[in-house]
């Protein structure tokens, strides 16, 4: 589903990713860990291809095909979505607006999937369907408006950079849920089609969301892989500190 060659990136200028592998199978759900600065944003805005995100090095494929030098709106229609770190608010347009846009997309491929409404109720955002996106909503209510944008939208590679934070512990277990049913993770393995990269600071989301594999990401380069679970304790225990000696 996702390959990452040997990406190297530079944000004004500066390099941040510094040769990140990374392959994700069809229907796999991988967990990156790491310190605040380490460049877990900066990946995952590289493979939705932000253009502030310079490849200098490096390739990003996706079904196969090579997406490097692929605007973010062609990787999105090709399947690929993201719910930032920091969702930006746009004025003047709707959150139904744009809801409707991706899911006009969606809908030719899939004509049983749930309405519009249906989504937005079960993330409890039925009232906020006609305030400008994002502009003004809480914490909790940008990582849900983020959340329904991707129901909506139903791609098949999706990027989650800390869907939990900001999030009160009542809305965690409706934003997992959310992630369970984007993933498909209800289907059978073999039938699971929807593959997905979680970034995660508290590790939270993992009680919900059963993770394949994950890796560590720090100074730019991935020091470890293993079971997340495992991957998290360690860290919980001993902090990255052990982790850099490894990188
Ligand atoms: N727009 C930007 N301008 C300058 N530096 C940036 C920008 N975005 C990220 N960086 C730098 O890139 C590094 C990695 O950041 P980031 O990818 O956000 O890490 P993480 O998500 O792991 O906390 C940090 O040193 C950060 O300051
Ligand atoms: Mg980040």
């Known amino acids: 589903m996702l390959v990452v060659e040997d990406l190297h990136v530079e944000v004004e200028g500066k390099p941040i990713l510094k040769g990140i592998d990374l392959e994700v199978g069809a229907g796999e759900t991988h967990v990156l860990l790491g310190p605040n600065g380490g460049g877990k944003t900066t990946l995952l805005m590289a493979i939705m291809g932000m253009p502030r995100y310079r490849v200098t090095r490096g390739a990003v494929y996706f079904k196969g095909k090579d997406i490097t030098s692929l605007t973010p709106d062609a990787r999105a229609r090709l399947g690929i979505g993201m719910m930032f770190q920091k969702p930006p608010a746009v004025r003047g347009v709707k959150l139904r607006e744009i809801a409707q846009t991706v899911a006009s997309v969606r ?23 006609d305030r400008e996106l994002n502009y003004g909503f ?9 959340m329904f944008q991707l129901l909506c939208q139903a791609p098949e590679l999706v990027l989650l950079d800390e869907p939990e934070s900001g999030v009160d512990l009542d809305n965690i ?65 001993h902090g990255y500190g052990r982790c850099q000696s490894c990188r």
Do not use: M, W
């Open 107 to 129: 809908e030719v491929a899939h004509p049983s999937a749930p309405s519009l409404e249906g989504i937005a109720e079960r993330l409890n955002l039925s009232g906020h369907l």
């Open 138 to 146: 809480s914490g909790g209510e940008l990582k849900r408006s983020e």
């Open 173 to 237: 277990a409706l934003i997992g849920e959310a992630i369970n049913d984007l993933l498909g993770k209800r289907e059978k393995i073999k039938e699971r089609k929807a593959s997905g990269v979680i970034v995660t600071h508290t590790g939270h989301i993992l009680r919900y969301v059963n993770a394949d594999k994950g890796h560590i990401l720090i100074d730019g380069k991935i020091a470890c892989h293993g079971n997340p679970r495992d991957l998290f304790e360690e860290v919980q225990k």
